[in-house]
Protein backbone atom coordinates (compact mmCIF):
# COMPACT_ATOMS: atom_id res chain seq x y z
CA UNK A 1 0.00 0.00 0.00
CA UNK A 2 2.63 2.38 -1.07
CA UNK A 3 1.09 6.22 -1.48
CA UNK A 4 -0.43 7.29 -5.15
CA UNK A 5 0.95 10.06 -6.64
CA UNK A 6 -2.38 11.83 -5.87
CA UNK A 7 -2.53 11.48 -2.08
CA UNK A 8 1.85 12.01 -2.49
CA UNK A 9 0.52 15.56 -4.39
CA UNK A 10 -2.29 16.27 -1.72
CA UNK A 11 0.80 15.86 1.36
CA UNK A 12 3.12 18.19 -0.09
CA UNK A 13 0.17 20.82 -0.94
CA UNK A 14 -1.03 20.13 2.37
CA UNK A 15 2.70 20.70 4.02
CA UNK A 16 3.08 23.48 1.50
CA UNK A 17 -0.10 25.36 3.36
CA UNK A 18 1.02 24.70 6.65
CA UNK A 19 3.93 26.03 6.67
CA UNK A 20 2.32 29.52 4.42
CA UNK A 21 -0.15 29.70 7.43
CA UNK A 22 2.44 29.16 9.83
CA UNK A 23 4.71 32.22 8.67
CA UNK A 24 1.39 33.87 8.45
CA UNK A 25 1.03 33.26 12.08
CA UNK A 26 4.56 33.85 12.62
CA UNK A 27 4.17 37.49 10.95
CA UNK A 28 0.90 38.10 13.09
CA UNK A 29 2.67 37.24 16.30
CA UNK A 30 5.36 39.69 15.70
CA UNK A 31 3.22 42.51 14.47
CA UNK A 32 1.17 41.96 17.98
CA UNK A 33 4.28 41.85 19.87
CA UNK A 34 5.52 45.33 18.54
CA UNK A 35 2.11 46.84 18.74
CA UNK A 36 2.18 45.61 22.88
CA UNK A 37 5.68 47.29 23.13
CA UNK A 38 4.37 50.69 21.61
CA UNK A 39 1.53 50.44 23.87
CA UNK A 40 3.53 50.26 27.09
CA UNK A 41 6.38 52.47 25.62
CA UNK A 42 2.90 55.54 25.32
CA UNK A 43 1.41 54.09 28.75
CA UNK A 44 4.93 54.61 30.59
CA UNK A 45 5.75 57.86 28.73
CA UNK A 46 2.17 58.91 29.83
CA UNK A 47 2.42 57.89 33.27
CA UNK A 48 6.10 59.62 33.53
CA UNK A 49 4.06 62.59 32.41
CA UNK A 50 1.34 62.63 34.46
CA UNK A 51 3.72 62.04 37.58
CA UNK A 52 6.13 64.73 36.60
CA UNK A 53 3.40 67.74 36.44
CA UNK A 54 3.39 70.36 39.31
CA UNK A 55 -0.19 70.22 39.76
CA UNK A 56 -2.43 66.80 41.17
CA UNK A 57 -4.30 64.70 39.15
CA UNK A 58 -6.74 62.44 39.70
CA UNK A 59 -9.14 60.11 38.16
CA UNK A 60 -12.68 59.48 40.31
CA UNK A 61 -15.84 57.07 39.98
CA UNK A 62 -19.43 58.43 40.23
CA UNK A 63 -18.87 58.34 44.23
CA UNK A 64 -15.86 60.47 44.49
CA UNK A 65 -13.12 57.76 45.08
CA UNK A 66 -9.91 57.95 43.64
CA UNK A 67 -9.42 55.11 40.67
CA UNK A 68 -6.11 56.89 39.93
CA UNK A 69 -3.79 59.81 41.38
CA UNK A 70 -0.63 61.23 41.09
CA UNK A 71 1.48 61.59 44.24
CA UNK A 72 1.31 65.51 44.02
CA UNK A 73 -2.91 65.28 43.60
CA UNK A 74 -1.91 62.86 47.57
CA UNK A 75 1.13 65.63 48.87
CA UNK A 76 -1.37 68.74 47.65
CA UNK A 77 -4.84 66.53 49.09
CA UNK A 78 -2.15 65.88 52.17
CA UNK A 79 -3.35 62.48 52.19
CA UNK A 80 -1.50 58.99 51.64
CA UNK A 81 -1.71 57.90 47.95
CA UNK A 82 -2.71 54.58 49.07
CA UNK A 83 -5.41 56.14 51.32
CA UNK A 84 -7.27 58.24 48.72
CA UNK A 85 -9.03 55.29 47.24
CA UNK A 86 -10.45 54.76 50.67
CA UNK A 87 -11.96 58.51 51.25
CA UNK A 88 -14.37 60.47 48.90
CA UNK A 89 -12.68 64.04 47.58
CA UNK A 90 -15.61 65.62 49.35
CA UNK A 91 -14.57 64.21 52.87
CA UNK A 92 -11.50 66.06 52.67
CA UNK A 93 -13.30 69.22 52.26
CA UNK A 94 -14.82 71.82 54.49
CA UNK A 95 -18.92 71.78 54.28
CA UNK A 96 -18.26 75.36 52.31
CA UNK A 97 -15.92 73.18 49.93
CA UNK A 98 -18.46 70.34 49.19
CA UNK A 99 -21.66 72.62 48.18
CA UNK A 100 -19.37 74.13 45.85
CA UNK A 101 -18.33 70.49 44.89
CA UNK A 102 -22.27 69.13 44.52
CA UNK A 103 -23.13 72.31 42.91
CA UNK A 104 -24.52 71.38 39.15
CA UNK A 105 -21.75 69.15 37.09
CA UNK A 106 -20.90 70.48 33.57
CA UNK A 107 -22.48 68.14 30.88
CA UNK A 108 -19.43 65.39 29.71
CA UNK A 109 -16.82 66.61 28.13
CA UNK A 110 -17.34 70.19 29.08
CA UNK A 111 -14.96 71.71 32.40
CA UNK A 112 -15.48 73.95 35.48
CA UNK A 113 -13.34 75.17 37.68
CA UNK A 114 -13.43 76.72 41.30
CA UNK A 115 -11.70 76.47 44.55
CA UNK A 116 -12.29 74.47 47.63
CA UNK A 117 -10.63 74.64 51.20
CA UNK A 118 -9.47 71.15 52.79
CA UNK A 119 -11.18 70.38 56.43
CA UNK A 120 -7.87 69.47 57.56
CA UNK A 121 -6.17 72.81 56.85
CA UNK A 122 -8.33 75.66 56.94
CA UNK A 123 -5.63 77.88 55.68
CA UNK A 124 -5.09 75.83 52.15
CA UNK A 125 -6.96 77.43 48.78
CA UNK A 126 -6.86 74.60 45.85
CA UNK A 127 -7.92 75.40 42.50
CA UNK A 128 -10.11 72.56 41.38
CA UNK A 129 -11.04 71.73 36.90
CA UNK A 130 -12.45 69.11 36.63
CA UNK A 131 -14.53 66.89 33.50
CA UNK A 132 -16.63 64.64 33.43
CA UNK A 133 -16.66 61.85 30.98
CA UNK A 134 -17.88 58.71 29.99
CA UNK A 135 -14.65 56.25 28.98
CA UNK A 136 -17.31 54.60 26.72
CA UNK A 137 -21.22 53.14 26.83
CA UNK A 138 -20.14 50.44 28.85
CA UNK A 139 -18.40 52.15 31.50
CA UNK A 140 -19.52 54.31 34.22
CA UNK A 141 -18.58 58.34 34.36
CA UNK A 142 -15.89 59.20 35.68
CA UNK A 143 -14.19 63.06 36.39
CA UNK A 144 -10.90 64.21 35.86
CA UNK A 145 -9.64 66.48 38.34
CA UNK A 146 -6.57 68.80 38.18
CA UNK A 147 -5.96 70.44 41.24
CA UNK A 148 -3.74 73.23 41.82
CA UNK A 149 -2.60 74.59 45.28
CA UNK A 150 -3.10 78.58 45.66
CA UNK A 151 -2.02 78.99 49.05
CA UNK A 152 1.29 80.06 48.89
CA UNK A 153 -0.16 82.35 46.12
CA UNK A 154 -2.48 83.81 47.99
CA UNK A 155 -0.25 84.42 51.23
CA UNK A 156 2.14 86.09 48.81
CA UNK A 157 -0.51 88.25 47.25
CA UNK A 158 -1.64 88.78 50.93
CA UNK A 159 2.03 90.38 51.99
CA UNK A 160 2.08 91.81 48.76
CA UNK A 161 -0.62 94.23 49.46
CA UNK A 162 0.05 94.68 52.87
CA UNK A 163 3.52 95.94 51.62
CA UNK A 164 2.31 98.12 49.02
CA UNK A 165 -0.15 99.45 52.00
CA UNK A 166 2.71 99.99 54.29
CA UNK A 167 4.59 102.16 51.40
CA UNK A 168 2.21 104.16 50.80
CA UNK A 169 2.05 105.00 54.80
CA UNK A 170 5.45 105.63 54.70
CA UNK A 171 5.05 107.89 51.57
CA UNK A 172 2.05 109.74 52.96
CA UNK A 173 4.26 110.54 56.16
CA UNK A 174 7.36 111.65 54.18
CA UNK A 175 5.20 114.18 52.50
CA UNK A 176 3.53 115.57 55.76
CA UNK A 177 7.21 115.90 56.83
CA UNK A 178 8.06 117.39 53.78
CA UNK A 179 5.08 120.11 53.91
CA UNK A 180 5.63 120.67 57.68
CA UNK A 181 9.03 121.47 57.25
CA UNK A 182 8.75 123.43 54.33
Not at 68 to 75: E, G, I, M, P, S
Not at 76 to 99: H, I, K, P, Q, W
Not at 129 to 135: G, I, M, N, S
Amino acid sequence: SFPTRRSAELMVDSRRRAIALNAKLRGEIAARERSEASLRRSENLQRSLVESLGEGVGLFDAEGRVVFANQTLADTLGVARDALSTTTFSELLTEDSRRQLNEVAPPDGDRRSYEVVLAHDKSSLLLVTETRFAPSESQAELTLRAVRDLSERVVTERRQRDLERELQRTQALQSLAVMAGG
